[in-house]
């Protein structure tokens, strides 16, 4: 609930801006964009790794029955991840 609520209050901000002829990237100055995008990229990283980590541990402790191509899944994702990132570079 909390998650759509949250998801709803997003796409009204974003809704206001553009009925406004406001794109969100112009309203931020140039150094703040790249921090955004920094910390986003950092962030999904770090959640998959984690993920990927808690997932790991919990087969070998024995609490998951997971196969392990699906606790290396976030794995493919990180690489798809570099991917994006590298082609996004100049």
């Not at 406001?22 to 950092?42: C, D, L």
């Not at 899944?73 to 990132?85: G, M």
């Amino acid at each position: 609930m909390l998650v759509h609520l949250i998801a709803l209050l997003i796409f009204t901000v974003f809704l206001a801006l553009r009925l406004d002829d406001v794109a969100f990237t112009s309203t931020i100055p140039g150094h703040i964009k790249e921090a955004v995008t920094r910390t986003v990229w950092s962030s999904a990283l770090l959640f998959v790794w984690s993920l990927f980590k808690v997932l790991l541990c919990r087969r070998l402790a024995g609490l998951s029955n997971l196969d392990y191509s699906e606790i290396m899944s976030p794995i493919f994702i990180v690489l798809q991840l570099i991917a994006i990132r590298a082609c996004q570079l100049h």
